[in-house]
């Protein structure tokens, strides 16, 4: 069955620090993998998306993430964290044209 | 601007009293909407699948009698919790797929609380 996991969930940063939220998929077939933001009282944006062309995925506001089959995870990255960063980060993968999100993670940013 | 209204953002009801939440695409038409129940700290549980001019596919566990989902236009899907309770208090979202264009877009989200 297509499920992920993200791994921690809240992570904080101090601000200009790199931010890495952790996500791994399990999956029999290659997936489609996405990151999610969700802002306070916002519903969820698209960050950025992997459906089988480059690895390494670039997204909105300075993140991006790489699939790494070997470990089959997706990690999002950014490497310098501003304030305005802090939200509910969720890993998703497609199940039939369904999308089966991850616990979420919160992430903190400290000035 | 915002592809996917959803309305209320926030409602309070009586235990025992039915909400309409309703979500609409605004500038493209989805023949196919998702329900998802957000508890807090938690993440994003798909309830149902709501398809324009059929019955809405539900996901094991989630009740359809409880939770109706009518999705009579293009461009409208309505959930609609009947005799609300307390345990059903939680934030609701829906999405809407434009499928030509391969997107998913998401409402803002309801807050439901039963008193």
């Known amino acids: 069955a297509q499920s992920v996991t993200q791994l921690g969930s809240h992570v904080s940063v101090s601000e200009g620090a790199l931010v890495l939220l952790r996500c791994n998929y399990s999956?029999?077939?290659?997936?489609?993998l996405f990151w999610y933001v969700q802002y306070p009282n916002q519903g969820l944006q698209l960050l950025l998306k992997?459906?089988?062309?480059?690895?390494l995925v670039k997204g909105i506001n300075g993140f991006e993430a790489e699939f790494k089959k070997s470990e089959t995870s997706f990690h999002l990255t950014k490497p310098s964290a501003h304030m305005s960063d802090a939200a509910e980060f969720f890993c998703a993968v497609d199940k039939g044209g369904k999308l089966i999100f991850g616990q979420g993670t919160e992430l903190s940013v400290k000035p | 601007g915002a592809v996917v209204s959803q309305h209320p953002s926030r409602v309070i009801c009586k235990s025992g009293t039915s909400v309409k939440i309703e979500c609409r695409s605004l500038d493209f038409q989805a023949t196919t909407m998702f329900w998802y129940r957000q508890f807090p700290k938690k993440s994003l549980m798909l309830m149902a699948t709501?398809?324009?001019?059929?019955?809405?596919?539900?996901e094991q566990g989630v009740e359809k009698d409880k939770f109706l989902i009518n999705h009579a236009s293009l461009t409208l899907s309505t959930l609609t919790v009947t005799s609300a309770h307390p345990e059903d208090s939680s934030f609701y979202i829906c999405?809407?797929?434009?499928?030509?264009?391969?997107?998913?877009?998401f409402g803002s989200g309801t807050q439901l609380s039963v008193l």
């Open positions: 992997y459906t089988s062309a480059a690895t």
């Open positions: 999405s809407a797929l434009d499928a030509p264009n391969e997107k998913l877009f």
């Open positions: 999956s029999s077939v290659p997936p489609y």
């Open positions: 709501s398809n324009e001019g059929s019955k809405a596919t539900y």
